[in-house]
């Protein structure tokens, strides 16, 4: 189960974002500021933060600041009133990695946080096996016996991803969120080219294969 620290000081909301959360089997701890989210983190495991901006005593972009200078590299979710290019840029200059304006729609949050997560995930693991084939993140390598060969970086990610999550249907959206992340200039198509090259290579591989959900997206299916 992973653990979510949400630290917001406005009860209502921090009572809505850790219902939400809950129902998606999460463990949830809850502060109302950053000295309280330092002290949970001091004696609590934990894999993802959302915060809000601001919060009394120390606030989210400090409480950022302090989670990157301990060099813990979990997943950062900021909430904020605070609109603007500006605001965007200091979040992700301090090492945010996602950013929402209030008033949040706490379906979407969900999703940013399931997003997240996954990423995590899938950059903390580097290997994967799958029967004879090996999936090494750091390398963007796959292997299986004898051979082994080097994927284009974004190639290897969505294998990796779709591997890692097997029977586990993906949008052709999702995909791109989690893969490129914020180059808006990749749309859906870029997503089937590359599956297609995928199918191309590993089209005479048993032991696993890429599948289309029709109206949906794609999935992996192992067979090893």
């Known amino acids: 189960m992973f653990n979510i620290l949400v630290a917001e000081d406005d009860r209502n909301q921090r009572k809505l974002i850790e219902a939400a959360l809950q129902r998606e089997g999460y463990r949830v701890l809850t502060a109302c500021d950053g000295d309280r989210a ?66 949040i729609d706490i379906g979407e949050l969900v999703l940013r946080v399931r997003a997240l997560l996954r990423r995590a995930q899938i950059a903390n693991e580097h290997r994967l096996t799958v029967g004879d084939v090996v999936l090494d993140y750091n390398a963007l390598s ?8 080097t994927l284009p970086k974004k ?8 591997l890692s999550y097997p029977d586990m249907i993906f949008t ?44 949906l997206g794609y999935k992996a299916v192992r067979n090893a």
């Open 38 to 103: 330092l002290e949970i983190m001091d004696t609590e495991s934990i894999d993802l933060v959302v915060t809000d901006v601001m919060m009394p005593n120390t606030d989210g972009f400090q409480l950022t600041e302090a989670i990157r200078d301990a060099r813990m590299n979990l997943p950062i979710l900021i909430i904020t009133a605070l609109e603007g290019f500006t605001n965007k840029e200091r979040g992700f200059s301090l090492g945010v990695d996602d950013y929402m304006v209030k008033p």
């Open 142 to 149: 796959v292997s299986r016996g004898d051979y082994s060969e």
């Open 155 to 162: 190639e290897f990610y969505l294998l990796f991803m779709l």
């Open 172 to 215: 052709r959206r999702q995909l791109i969120d989690e893969i490129w992340g914020m180059e808006t200039d990749v749309d859906e198509r870029t997503v089937d080219v590359h599956i297609r090259r995928l199918r191309e290579r590993y089209e005479n591989w048993q032991e696993f294969e890429i599948m289309t959900v029709r109206g």
